[in-house]
């Protein structure tokens, strides 16, 4: 599904409901461009201020065949204070967007498509709406630098704080302006990056997401760089130190007693096991209780499952949420499309300990030129420049490639095979004009997403799925499907044949068939633990679903495309767990989509270690509790081989020679932890090596295991 602008629905979002001492502004006119990191422009948004107190803002984003459009207005009164907000328009994918708050007679009403509510209020307090354009930001920006400690009541609930990172001094077109890097927390489950003006009344002067795009004042764009540059070394500096606070090391070798270890080829669980590590790597794994020699750290699962780490296989990384991977039990993620250099920085500082992050196995993103083109990894519209893409990602180590919806299909064959000469696998959408069989026939390896596999039966020759056609076809469709017809179980015996891998990323789709101000099925085994405005956001519908027939209808056809998922697993297909969606808890809800699908709950684990090492081409270092490979260990209360749902109870976290507790980054988070009672980390006393005996100890079979394998 690829990024979209962060903030929208919900996450920058900010309605001031707030007194500030700003006094009323002079009529004014505004433009903001948002423009992706390769110089395209994206969308809009024009801000009309009048003198008496009315705001109208129209805002407009599109990429990746899809946005929102909206059109707002506000009022502030004479004392400063908001007294009626308006948005109307449609969300990202179609959804309708009807929201309005006022406050009167020290009352608080709010209602939109979702839910309403009331609540007495009295003083500063800031409204936050499901929907809004970044001229409430703007707002917000103003009341947070006049308010008390720069802190903010929210409603209907939490606070609003912000504080200054940088000031930079910029220019452009013979102005010189300096603007100040500014992060406020309380709203998501990450800070939000804002540039504002100086002065005793700072507003917005725009928003950088490096890597990915930038909204400025019409005028400023050229400005975009040195602001992201100044912004992710503010980040990174806050990220280095959330890691080096979150992330414990493993200094000499550590013992873990009594895991019952998953057999991830099996499928099975073992009898309790003492596990080795030593320098991130498994040195040994021994029935519970054997003599150990030289551990000078200790661990006691007391009975936990141990689980090799798991593998997300459809992540778009990015850093603010990746430690949210790691509370899941994710070790390792396959980024299916990105920055280029944005990725390449974000692999440095895993490897150089500053970020808190899984091991990221890089897909190259391969998208064509369209009106509707993603924007990420490399924009193509020739040949010899999909083949110069591939080149460079095969000279940066990407063992896979992914082709997006606006690739050109008449040189699809020909990429995907310049594509296997250089070692990787092709995966990806299905190009527009082309069905998933004719993406089999190019060569394609695996498939991204539940849709692109329907699409082979239900689209028409004239269909765009470069549009939210993709989404609303299947959506109509599947539930009319025969999965007994002669042409569904053909398709479903060749991808077994081929051994084509399926990344369903069913959790992600549950929005198809989600009604307006119902909760988001993935989420609401989490909802209760996450930040109020999150847990509002998880039943903001998606979809525009008109009536009850319609609703009745999209989940008929989501239904069977869970069922269709698992055909596919029971007549051969090699299925991989992605999700595209929330960090971490996607993966959970995913396997629990698995598991519906009809798979047992090992068999869903299975997937999401032994498959995604498979096809990621890392088995010889990841996937199983093996020694020699990659000490990525994850210990979970309950026991997730027979329920599912335990995958959540995630107790500790080892991996690149760390101790993580996710119930640490769950506070730092602002979640409330799934796991209260964490296995702690003990050190031993030392124990002399000078004797008769000693190279029988873990050190030792490791290093003839190493002379074996020379």
């Given amino acids: 599904m690829m990024r979209s602008l962060p903030a929208l629905p919900l996450v920058l979002a900010l309605a001031v409901a707030a007194a500030f001492s700003a006094p009323a502004q002079a009529a004014s006119h505004t433009k903001y461009l948002i423009v992706a990191e390769n110089g395209k422009q994206i969308g809009e948004q024009e801000v009309?201020?009048?003198?008496?107190?009315?705001?109208?803002?129209?805002?407009?984003?599109?990429?990746?065949?899809?946005?929102?459009?909206?059109?707002?207005?506000?009022?502030?009164?004479a004392d400063g204070v908001m007294t009626e907000y308006t948005v109307k328009g449609n969300s990202t994918f179609g959804a309708v967007v009807d929201e309005h708050f006022e406050r009167k007679d020290g009352q608080a009403l709010w209602k939109s498509t979702s839910e309403h509510g009331a609540t007495a209020v009295t003083g500063p307090a800031m409204y936050l709406p499901l929907n809004s354009s970044f001229e409430i930001a703007s707002?917000?920006?103003?009341?947070?630098?006049?308010?008390?400690?720069?802190?903010?009541?929210?409603?209907?609930?939490?606070?609003?704080?912000?504080?200054?990172?940088d000031t930079v001094d910029v220019s452009a077109n013979g102005k010189t302006e300096k603007v100040q890097l500014l992060a406020q927390t309380g709203v998501g489950l990450s800070p939000s990056f804002y540039w504002a003006t100086t002065g005793e009344h700072p507003?917005?002067?725009?928003?950088?997401i490096p890597g990915f795009a930038s909204m400025l004042e019409e005028g400023w764009q050229g400005v975009a760089p040195l602001l992201a540059e100044h912004q992710k070394a503010a980040e990174s500096k806050l990220?280095?130190?959330?890691?080096?606070?979150?992330?414990?090391?493993?200094?000499?070798?550590t013992v873990i007693r009594n895991a019952r270890v998953f057999d991830s080829e099996k499928a099975t669980v073992g009898a309790l096991s003492d596990v080795y590590v030593l320098r991130g790597r498994i040195t040994e794994v021994v029935p519970a209780g054997a003599p150990s020699r030289g551990a000078v750290n200790e661990i006691d699962a007391n009975g936990r499952i141990m689980l090799p780490g798991l593998f997300d296989m459809h992540a778009h990384v990015d850093r603010w949420s990746d430690a949210l991977h790691v509370a899941a039990g994710v070790t390792s993620a396959r980024d299916m499309g990105n920055d280029n250099a944005q990725l390449q920085m974000e692999?440095?500082?895993?490897?150089?300990?500053?970020?808190?992050?899984?091991?990221?196995?890089?897909?190259g993103f391969l998208e064509g030129e369209s009106p509707f083109s993603s924007n990420g990894g490399?924009?193509?519209?020739t040949l010899p420049q999909a083949k110069n893409a591939i080149d460079w990602y095969a000279e940066h180590g990407y063992p896979q490639l992914k082709i997006y919806n606006s690739f050109p299909k008449a040189i699809l064959k020909e990429t995907v095979a310049y594509a296997h000469s250089r070692g990787m696998r092709v995966s990806g959408h299905i190009p527009a004009g082309l069905r998933a069989q004719q993406a089999l026939d190019a060569g394609y390896d695996e498939i991204q997403h539940i849709n692109q596999?329907?699409?082979?039966?239900?689209?028409?020759?004239?269909?765009?799925?470069?549009?939210?056609?993709?989404?609303?076809?299947?959506?109509?469709?599947?539930?009319?499907?025969?999965?007994?017809?002669?042409?569904?179980?053909?398709f479903v015996a060749e991808l077994a044949k081929k051994q084509i891998s399926i990344d369903s990323t069913l959790a992600t789709f549950a929005f198809l068939k989600q009604k307006d101000g119902d909760m988001n099925e993935p989420f609401a085994a989490i909802a209760d633990h996450m930040p109020p405005d999150v847990k509002r956001g998880f039943s903001v519908g998606t979809m525009k679903i008109d009536d009850d027939a319609t609703l009745k209808r999209y989940e008929k056809s989501y239904a069977k495309m869970v069922q269709f998922v698992g055909i596919m697993y029971r007549a051969g297909v090699p299925l991989v767990a992605g999700t595209d969606e929330l960090a971490g808890f996607t993966l959970q809800a995913e396997l629990e989509m698995l598991v519906k699908a009809g798979l047992t709950p090992s068999q869903a684990l299975q997937v999401a270690t032994r498959n995604g090492a498979r096809y990621t081409r890392t088995s010889n270092d990841r996937g199983s509790v093996s020694v020699g490979k990659l000490a990525d260990l994850v210990l979970v209360d309950g026991d997730p081989t027979k329920h599912i749902g335990d995958i959540r109870k995630v107790a500790a976290v080892i991996t690149r020679g760390y101790l993580i507790y996710p119930s640490e980054i769950d506070v730092a988070y602002g979640i409330a932890p799934f796991v209260s009672d964490v296995p702690a980390l003990k050190a031993l006393e030392p124990v002399s090596t000078n004797h008769a005996g000693s190279n029988d100890g873990a050190l030792s079979r490791v290093s003839a295991l190493a002379r074996k394998r020379d």
């Fill in 378 to 381: 490399f924009v193509i519209s």
């Fill in 239 to 253: 990220l280095s130190d959330d890691a080096a606070q979150l992330q414990h090391p493993l200094t000499g070798l």
């Fill in 203 to 208: 507003r917005m002067f725009g928003l950088v």
């Fill in 48 to 77: 009309e201020r009048g003198d008496d107190g009315l705001t109208k803002v129209r805002f407009i984003y599109k990429d990746n065949g899809r946005g929102p459009e909206l059109t707002e207005q506000f009022r502030m009164g």
């Fill in 139 to 165: 707002a917000s920006i103003t009341a947070l630098a006049a308010a008390p400690d720069h802190k903010l009541a929210l409603l209907p609930s939490g606070t609003l704080a912000q504080r200054t990172l």
């Fill in 347 to 363: 692999l440095d500082e895993t490897i150089a300990g500053k970020l808190l992050a899984p091991q990221v196995v890089p897909a």
């Fill in 453 to 490: 596999v329907m699409l082979n039966f239900v689209m028409q020759p004239d269909t765009d799925t470069r549009t939210l056609q993709r989404f609303i076809l299947p959506a109509e469709k599947v539930a009319d499907l025969d999965f007994n017809s002669k042409p569904v179980k053909a």
